[in-house]
Each structure stands twice: as structure tokens, then as C-alpha cells.
């Protein structure tokens, strides 16, 4: 059974080895496979700027305590991706507010995906994602992504607005979202995924 985790600047003693884990992860995904240029280190870590105190991780931990998917939430009242690095993408003003966090680095571990269907991991990390969202009371999430991902989001019932056009990329051609976070989301993720019961591991 997989479980979302959220750790936090405060919590992080207790998740040591798993946010080293992560960040390996992080390097062998975006580095190694797809060969994201911007991101690459003489180490076999991934860590940029925003990996900081104010960064919220949201990991999915199977039953032995093995990191199998994640994704990372940042602020926007902080530098962030959007605010930082793309903020072309959203007309020169990215979104900008307390009850707004930047969503990144979302992955599945390759060994659990699936070819031609949703994987379970994948619903598990986008429900976890929006619940905990719900539960520090984020309001709407802006992420920089690739130019997919809208349909695939919409196709599960989030309601999004695209904040610019597409802009051609070295790594894949991006587009800046804004979405919103609802109970209706959560409940039509759940459904598309076969998702019952409870999937946090703590109260937030």
C-alpha cells in the first residue's frame, strides 16, 4: 500500500535517508533519462535553488519505506520557478499570493509505470498532492510543464487556465498553468484512478 508523506522543513530529521533517496531519484529521472541540460551537476543528486527551507515535498512511500513517486510544492510569496526562471510564461506577472504554491517535479520511479495506462503510483502522488494542498489551505497551484499536461489534467476533471503560450525549450516545449485546487478535483482523481480510503500518513 502506498502512503503520501509530507515533509517539510521541520520534519526533515525524521526523513533523512528518504530526501536523500529523493534527490537521487530526482537525478536519475531528470538528468540521466531525460537529459534535462539546465538541471545537470557533477554529482549524482538533483537540487536546484528552490530546494530550500520553504519547499514542501510530497512523497509516496510504499510499505517497506521506498520512495516510488513524488512532487514538490513552493510557495510563490518565495522564488520560484516561474517567478525566477519562466516568467515570460505567464505574460511577465506569474501568480503571486499565499494561498498560491508552484508545483514541480512530478515522477513515478520507472520501474512502476505503465505503458498505455495511467499508473496507480501516478494517482496516488496527483491525489496526495491536491489533498494535502486542501489541507494547508492552498488555494490554486501554478506549475510550469510540459505542453501535455493541460489536456491530461483537464481529461481528469482539474480546472486549469494556461497563463501564456507555449515557449519552445531545449528540454521539451513548456507552458505555465494555473489551477485550481477543489474537492471536485480530488474526488474525479479518485475515480479515474480506483482510489478509496485514506492515503495521507498523518494528519497535515
Not at 105 to 117: A, D, I, K, Y
Not at 173 to 191: F, S
Request: aromatic letters at 10%; hydrophobic letters at 45%.
Amino acid at each position: 500500500m502506498v502512503r503520501m508523506h509530507l515533509v517539510t522543513w521541520d520534519n526533515r530529521k525524521h526523513y533523512r535517508k528518504v530526501l536523500e533517496r529523493y534527490f537521487r531519484i530526482r537525478y536519475e529521472i531528470y538528468v540521466k533519462q531525460r537529459r534535462w541540460r539546465a538541471v545537470a551537476r557533477p554529482i549524482n543528486i538533483e537540487i536546484d535553488a528552490f530546494d530550500n527551507e520553504h519547499a514542501l515535498y510530497i512523497l509516496a512511500l510504499d510499505t517497506n519505506g521506498r520512495i516510488v513517486g513524488g512532487s514538490r510544492l513552493v510557495p510563490t510569496l518565495q522564488p520560484h520557478l516561474m517567478s525566477e526562471v519562466f516568467p515570460g510564461l505567464a505574460g511577465g506577472r506569474p501568480p503571486r499570493a499565499a494561498e498560491i504554491f508552484e508545483w514541480t517535479r512530478f515522477f513515478v520511479v520507472p520501474s512502476l509505470r505503465t505503458q498505455g495506462t495511467p499508473s496507480p503510483v501516478a494517482g496516488f502522488v496527483l491525489c496526495g498532492l491536491l489533498e494535502i494542498a486542501q489541507s494547508l489551505g492552498i488555494r490554486q497551484i501554478s506549475v510550469v510543464c510540459e505542453t501535455f499536461w493541460p489536456k491530461r489534467l483537464r481529461a481528469l476533471g482539474w480546472t486549469l487556465i494556461e497563463l501564456g503560450d507555449a515557449l519552445e525549450h531545449p528540454d521539451g516545449d513548456i507552458i505555465a498553468l494555473l489551477i485550481d485546487v477543489t474537492p471536485e478535483a480530488v474526488e474525479q482523481t479518485r475515480r479515474a484512478y480506483g482510489i478509496s480510503g485514506v492515503i495521507l500518513a498523518d494528519k497535515i
